[in-house]
């Protein structure tokens, strides 16, 4: 039986992973027998353990006879085993897609995975370069009715991420998980996604085809290849996209309900059992003071947005994490630096450090709709960038005025000079100047 391992090779299904594949997965079949869940075959797994056996002993009959009553039937496991003919034809249309499938028998079964130990998937299904998956990154997570600021935000954070080589990972929902890996590859980057979805339909996708054939995505999911999405799916792989990352980031989220909320605490829980270690970060907003507080009680971080826009993402939040650096709380809601009274100097040096950048962006007049472009150039989200225009307006450095229908901003020194120059008597040609 073959799979894809790697883009444009082949290599053979090893006999462990084939058991795993009859005893858990679906194969594209309904009804009886039903497929062991993963609770059932780490309990298989673990008394093939304590029996010094691998998971191909149980296509030999003789491994099935003295199991113990709490496991799976003989008759049941003979059933799944017989399976063969199914596995044959998934595993044909599998490879016509590009899918490869692992266990957790195989070597090149995700390192990061493994530290989940009982939790991580005995089964791992995808396309694109599987190695990819031990290569880490930022997990950015949030809710699929996402506001314009959450996925401003989420462009921002995985374009940034692009630039600086970071892997960014997240599940492909609508909303934030969809603009993270969506800008991270408009941008060059590279990217994981874990879908809830039908891999087969995501893979069928042209622009996931040519981002997998370029090595910039793989796509991974604990489930058949031809389910579809159920919640308990959609909660199940939230593991996985955490455990696959160095950090992860959760943009979005209502307090105490929905996927997004579920998988950062279960995160957060596993960080304090030992199950691997992800810093989790949370955007903080207005509307979300109350979820944040309960998130933070469990060991979540504050998103350092200051040093976020001057640092290497990952340096940054590995010292927020360590309490190595210690970030002036911030108002992402704004994305001004939240200061005791009397203390707005980190404000103003933020904003004088961007003025002159942002007057040379102004030398075209840009109108309000456009401002929002030059937000995009200069990393900033649209409501920072109105404040700061508002401000250097206030101050006399920029200046409105009327255009057509349109109000646009103009630099003031530049129109000032434009002014003088055009009030000076040029020489006629054919004089010396």
Known sequence: MLTETEPGTRAEVSP????????????????????????????????????????????TNG???????????????????????????????????????????????????????????????????????NDG???????????EDAVEFTRLVAQ??????????????????REALTAALDSGGRAVAIPVESLLKVVADRTVRDAIREERL????????????????????????????????????????????AGAVERLDHNQKSLGSVPVFVRVTNDSDEGWLKLQ????????????????????LAGCATGTKNPSPVDLASETPVSPPGNGEKADSCYDRCLPLLLDELRTEPSQKE???????????????????????????????????????????LAESQELFNNLELPHAGTDA
């Open 297 to 316: 009680n469990r060991g979540a971080h504050k998103f350092p947005m200051e040093d976020f826009r001057t640092g290497q993402i990952l340096s940054v």
């Open 63 to 133: 491994a099935l006879e003295d199991l113990p009553p709490d496991l799976p039937s003989p008759e049941r496991l003979r059933a799944l085993l017989g399976r063969g003919r199914l596995l044959g034809l998934s595993a044909t249309k599998w490879l016509n897609f590009g899918i490869w499938a692992l266990s957790r028998a195989d070597e090149s079964y995700p390192e990061r995975l493994r530290k989940l130990k009982g939790f991580a998937p005995p089964l791992l299904f995808g396309a694109g370069p599987p190695a990819h998956l």
């Open 16 to 59: 462990d992973t084939q058991a795993v594949l009859l005893l858990c997965s679906e194969l594209g079949a309904s009804g009886e027998p039903r497929p062991l869940t993963a609770d059932k075959y780490n309990r298989l797994a673990q008394w093939l353990a304590a029996k010094d056996l691998r998971p191909r002993d149980l296509l």
């Open 160 to 177: 940034r991420c692009a630039a600086q080589g970071i892997q960014v990972i997240s599940g492909g929902a609508r909303g934030v998980d």
């Open 218 to 261: 793989t796509v991974a999911t604990p489930y058949d290849p031809e389910v579809g999405f159920t919640v308990g799916r959609a909660m199940g792989r939230n593991k996985v996209i955490y455990a696959l990352a160095d950090h992860a980031v959760v943009v979005q989220f209502t307090a105490g309900e929905g996927g997004t909320w």
């Open 137 to 147: 990154g930022l997990a950015i997570v949030g809710s699929r009715d996402a506001n």
């Open 371 to 413: 401002l929002r472009g030059i937000a995009k150039r200069l990393d900033l989200v649209p409501k920072q960038l109105n404040q700061w225009v508002s401000r250097a307006v206030s101050e006399g450095k920029l200046s409105k005025k009327k255009k057509g229908h349109k109000v646009v901003f103009v630099n003031a020194a």
